[in-house]
């Protein structure tokens, strides 16, 4: 008996929408995170699902889209912001340090380490952002981005040094 | 996970697209954004196609070329009978006409009759 593939099955509209409903949510955090603006994510966000829509056929199981948007979603975060070069990143040392020091559940702490994570280069940025919002091990990461394992773990402990030496001041 | 890594984690939460966000995915491929047609060049007939004719290219041009090993083959069989008929004719009126002691052999059929193992390596029997 031939078994339908449910990912191919997703072709009709009505089952696709609730894909995306279904991973929207992964795709757009890690754009805006990366792009730190929420209409050029969610733009991204739909590139990343209208080319899902034409490549379904070629993805063989749930956990095949979920890496595939991943990776693709990286790829197109890159790509955005080498082409928003008229939008420099914010150097580490040019993000105000806080005045006091704040708690961990304190929304203006979770938007400065945002603003922290947004400084990082490309790579390190989407490192950190598999790491921390995806809960990814470095080895997956590794496998999304086409990296080294120890790239990964070098990259992340170097970023991770610099957030943690800017944002010293702050309580934990 | 110590309280830094645990504030960035927090901070970076995985946060919902506005309302909508699915519904505005499908009307663009409803216009025709999603599926774009796949260039000629990659459909998978044309693959198919394409090996198909290679395959049968290449069951002609080998038969092709049996074809031709069996008519050399039987050209040089043809040959080769054709002088040992020449050999065996020659030496039968010289056997006949030495048993009727008639005449002596013709100039051209003693030649033949003369020296037969000469023509069989020509023959290449």
Redesign the interface.
Known sequence: MVRANPVVAATD?GD???L??EH???V??LA??FLRE?AA??EL??DV??QL??CLDRLESPAHVVFWLRRVTAHRCIDAARRRGRRPEVPLEEVPEASEPAA??DPL???R??KL?GSLPEQARLI??LR??E?LEPAEIARVLKLRVNTVKSQLQRA?TA??QK?GS?E? | M?????????????????EG??????A???EG????ARPWWRLPQLRWGTAAALGLAMLVGLRFWQVRQEHARAEMAKTQVMVALRIAGAKMRFAQDRVRGVSPPRKADNRLAGDPEKHKTEAGL
């Open positions: 509209l696709f929408a609730a995306v409903r929207q949510a992964m757009f955090s805006y995170h929420r994510a969610e966000a739909q699902f209208l829509h034409r961990v559940g702490l979770r938007e380490l945002r994570v950190v952002l921390f919002q809960d991770l957030l943690r944002a702050l934990w | 110590d309280g830094f890594e645990q504030a960035l984690k927090e901070g970076l939460r995985r946060q919902t697209p506005d966000f699915a519904a505005r995915v499908c663009r491929i409803a954004h999603g599926a774009r």
